[in-house]
């Protein structure tokens, strides 16, 4: 018998949807400048999968994709977006050869409240404006 639950979400305008099998147990909240400039927020809600757990319909080929040379870790990443509406779905750190991909989780349609981020990364970039409580993100 499995427990295996998949979760739906798209993006803005709908056309790229994706499946993601199970809750992944890394979920974060990450605010580097990279999440910051691509989210145009105070930062990103995240969660890490192996590639195999995630996948992705794009019906009508508006999935493009952003690569980002200049990162911390030194391994270019590869951010999946979409043409039309503009939203970024994913993020594949080439760190991991591209076996794992990070997928944004403010994107879900729904079991959002199943998603909570676990930790915070890149917290010292984050501006001191943003208020993180105890237990909150
Ligand atoms: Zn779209
Ligand atoms: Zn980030």
Known sequence: MSSEKTYTGSCLC????????NVSESRMTCYCIDCR??????GQILAMYMKDDISITDEDSNMREWIVSSTQS??????????????????????????????RTSL???DFEKFVPKKRIFEPVKADFV?????TF
Do not use: W
């Open 131 to 135: 208020g993180c409580a105890e237990g």
């Open 108 to 110: 879900l349609d729904s």
């Open 37 to 42: 400039k691509g989210s145009g927020h105070l």
């Open 74 to 103: 030194g391994y270019p990443k590869r951010k999946l977006f979409c043409s039309k509406c503009g939203c970024t779905i994913a993020t594949i750190p080439m760190k991991y050869n591209g076996q794992k991909l990070i997928v």
């Open 14 to 21: 709908g056309s790229i949807k994706f499946e993601l099998k």
